[in-house]
């Protein structure tokens, strides 16, 4: 048995690192860094620092060479460049829920994927009936989406008040809002093709389909032709963060070695290792080389989607999404009356959009389905707390933010937009937590 002494809680650094990986645990943590960051970007574009802000975000980067060379503005680089690795995480979410997750069995995946086409269609509806004649309609997909950070991290907050199946609801209903926000903006906002750029792209895709029908798990393989397919869609007009969706449906999701064989290979190497008898024992030689081979054992036991999930998971939670809110969060309301930003169209739109056609949609279309026994309930789930779910779904942000980004060249209106997403979140995300705070828990006996 080790020695107390090489137990790597004493290790010194661990005291400073502790807190930090609880705090990253936290499901609410990501949300909350979210937040944070919204209201940072809030007091940046409202205070002196407001011109350095814009002016930062306008600096113009370049990378590339040749035909290749790409120069883009900085807001540019984070929506088009650091989100498209977000919609990698989304997509290989989605293959995950799809091949063993809570959308793998039909009778599982119903009720949240009917309450999410009900949290689609009718916000839009909504969106649609507000600004309708003006120039604004084109709008209409910004309330489509949930923001699952924000939403999950709402939940978290609520400890065991919010049921394990409530959880699985909302994330289930969450990625197949994300889905839906894909297919929104590869149809309705793409700019011109250029044919050339796209068969390109498509080539690199299947390259990148033969590479998983061969069985090739290398990362570094799906890593250099994924940068190649986003530069393709980059140059075609279709937006590159598709890209990133299209990428992670060919990321295999096959093992090279299965559990039994896995655990056969590493008992073998574990009963090699001797155990150190003090802390001023050196290492054995022997025991890196098992401890080396247990490591390619193990990438060898697990799928590359897997590894790629959780590899990115951390920097897609706590830098990429709050670098986007940073950027993209920030509205100068100096000099126009908040009462008339939220009476223009798209605002109006927006907050009816997000804020009432959620939940009216997810509610709606869930109660229908298990009324008609087309679903089931969720278990331990009163219907009280999944309207407040329902509500919670209007919690739109990151994605909202990204598409008005897309639907709007005009800042002014953008700014609207932008006001209207942040005002509809906060009172969704505040109604929402409320009811589950206040909701009775079921009893046992129901």
Same mark, same amino acid.
């Given at each position: ?150 939403? %999950?991290?709402? *939940? +978290?907050? /609520?400890? !065991? ?8 609801? #909302?994330? $289930? &209903?969450? =990625? ?51 940068? %190649?397919?986003? *530069? +393709?869609? /980059?140059? !075609? ?8 969706? #299209?990428? $992670? &449906?060919? =990321? ?195």
């Amino acid at each position: 048995m080790a020695s107390p002494s090489l137990l790597p809680e004493d290790r010194p650094v661990d005291g400073i690192l502790s807190p930090i990986n609880k705090f990253i645990r936290l499901e609410a943590s990501s949300g909350v860094l979210l937040l944070l960051m919204a209201v940072l970007a809030l007091v940046l574009a409202n205070t002196t620092l407001s011109t350095s802000y814009f002016e930062a975000l306008d600096i113009p980067l370049t990378f590339g060479f040749g035909s290749l060379l790409i120069q883009k503005p900085l807001l540019l680089w984070i929506n088009d460049g650091l989100m498209a690795i977000f919609f990698f995480l989304v997509g290989l979410e989605i293959k995950r829920e799809v091949l063993t997750g809570e959308l793998s069995s039909p009778r599982q995946a119903l009720l949240p994927i009917i309450a999410a086409v009900g949290g689609m269609v009718i916000p839009a509806g909504f969106y649609v009936l507000v600004t309708g004649g003006t120039p604004f309609v084109g709008g209409w997909g910004i309330p489509m989406a949930t923001d699952i950070a924000f939403a %999950l991290g709402i *939940l +978290a907050l /609520l400890g !065991s008040r919010a049921p394990v199946s409530l959880k699985i609801f #909302l994330t $289930a &209903l969450a =990625i197949i809002d994300d889905l839906g926000a894909v297919l929104v903006i590869a149809i309705f906002y793409t700019s011109t093709i250029k044919l050339g750029a796209l068969i390109i792209g498509f080539g690199l895709l299947a390259v990148l389909a033969l590479g998983n029908r061969l069985r090739i798990q290398k990362t570094s393989f799906y890593v250099v032709f994924g940068i %190649l397919l986003w *530069l +393709a869609f /980059l140059k !075609s007009g279709v937006h590159a963060t598709i890209a990133g969706v #299209l990428l $992670a &449906l060919t =990321i295999p999701a096959r093992r090279r070695l299965d559990a039994g064989s896995f655990k056969d290979k590493a008992m073998s190497f574990l009963t090699s290792i001797r155990p150190q008898t003090s802390k001023d024992d050196p290492d054995v030689g022997n025991n890196q080389e098992a401890i080396h081979a247990l490591e390619v054992l193990s990438k060898g036991a697990e799928t590359p989607l897997t590894r790629m999930e959780h590899a990115l998971h951390g920097w897609v939670a706590f830098f990429i999404m709050p670098v986007f809110a940073l950027a993209n969060a920030g509205v100068d309301l100096r000099g126009v009356s908040i009462l008339d930003a939220l009476m223009h169209p798209v605002a109006l739109g927006i907050i009816a959009g997000l804020f009432i056609g959620k939940q009216v949609g997810v509610a709606i279309f869930s109660w229908l389905a298990i009324k008609l026994n087309v679903a089931e309930m969720p278990k331990d789930v009163t219907w009280r707390q999944l309207y407040a779910v329902a509500i919670l779904t209007g919690v739109g942000f990151t994605m909202s933010l990204f598409i008005a980004g897309l639907s709007f060249d005009d800042p002014e209106v953008l700014d609207r937009a932008k006001t209207g997403i942040l005002v509809a979140s906060f009172a969704a995300g505040l109604l929402g937590y409320f009811l589950l705070k206040t909701a009775p828990l079921p009893s046992k006996d129901a």
